[in-house]
């Protein structure tokens, strides 16, 4: 028996998709951006507003006038401010940072090396507090290190 090519089957598919083109893979989802995995505006938030909370009356990074000065003149929620919306921002969120530059907001800081890894420590052990995940961790102190070429002033060396 002689069947009709376009019952055998196989060739009315094949000849559709020759027509069509291939049908559409399904779309792959996303990973989760780091601001999802730290879970969003709320916990980064209380982060930040935590480090701050430690970053500010640190007695060895206010023991620079530079730093000091700046501390009685920009109040700590307008700082708390301004770094959730940049931590947000950078994370993957919604946020969007609208502050000045890093280099611009610290060239007048004189910030050392030493004050440098004094800032990471304090921030390690706030994140270690709010048991922030090992791989989160390091991203963030990966965003964090970026910057570092921006605030830490090569003359106070």
Known sequence: MNRSVFTRGWLL???????????????????????????????ISVVVSDFIDVLVPDEQ?????????????????????????MVCQVTGGPCAYHGRGMKESHAHLNITEAEWQRMLVLFQEVLARHQVPEQETRELLDIVGSTKADIVSTAAQ
Do not use: F
């Open 13 to 43: 598919p094949a000849l559709l998709l020759a027509l069509l083109g291939s049908p559409p893979l399904p779309a792959q989802e996303a990973p989760p951006s780091l601001y999802q995995r730290l879970g969003g505006l709320a916990p």
């Open 61 to 85: 990074l206010n023991a620079n006038p530079a730093i000091d000065a700046a501390r009685q003149r920009v109040p700590a929620p307008y700082l708390k401010y301004h770094v959730t919306a």
